[in-house]
């Protein structure tokens, strides 16, 4: 965990430069904590990204053409 009033970008960034080299893999070793509220992210990316959402998924496409996308990270109760 990192405590900091940076932005996670600069953090990234920071840390990039002082390993010099990072191998990237997708093993699971990070998530967002829980928020006990009502929470929406919206991002926006490519329609074909729809056909990744799995069922059950807390990810929802709101719009057609140019995906807009809605990531619900309050409590899914």
Known sequence: MVDSAAE?????????????????????????????????????????AEEYIKAGSNITFTNAGFGIFKLNLGDPN
Do not use: C
């Open 8 to 48: 996670n970008r600069q953090i990234l960034v920071d840390y990039s430069s002082e390993v010099k080299e990072i191998t990237p893999t997708a093993d699971n070793n990070w998530s967002i904590a829980p928020i006990n509220s009502t929470v929406n992210v919206t991002f926006t990316t490519s329609a074909k």
